[in-house]
């Protein structure tokens, strides 16, 4: 199995920023794309951006404003928040998709979730 842990989340003010980051942990035979979703409440969750063999992938609304990284030798993904705004209140959630082993398929994982507040 894998394990993601997240941190970075907090409040901060409008402007303000915020660095996210998720390690995974445990079985991880190869790792596919790794990206960051986010649910504020009674909305869906939906993504935020990702980050792949492809390249990179943002919503529109963050675009100019939010960075994805990747660390491979640290199973670890990031996202850097910058010019945060009260909109981007929400629980980040880390995702990844890892292979545990050889004989398995690719799985989609999900870290527990991370506060983000932006307000005054």
């Known amino acids: 199995q894998v394990q993601l842990v997240e941190s970075g989340g907090g409040l901060v003010q409008p402007g303000g920023s915020l660095r996210l980051s998720c390690a995974a942990s445990?079985?991880?035979?190869?790792?596919?794309?790794m990206g960051w979703y986010r649910q504020a409440p009674g909305k869906q969750r939906g993504l935020v951006a990702a980050i792949g063999s492809g390249g990179t992938h943002y919503a529109d609304s963050v675009k100019g404003r939010f960075t994805i990284s990747r660390d491979n030798a640290k199973n670890t993904v990031y996202l850097q928040m910058n010019n945060l705004q009260p909109e981007d209140t929400a629980v980040y959630y880390c995702?990844?998709?890892?292979?545990?082993?050889?004989?398995?398929?690719?799985?989609?994982?999900w870290g527990q979730g991370t506060q983000v507040t932006v307000s005054s």
């Open positions: 445990g079985s991880i035979f190869t790792m596919g794309a």
């Open positions: 995702n990844v998709q890892a292979r545990p082993d050889a004989s398995t398929s690719i799985n989609n994982y």
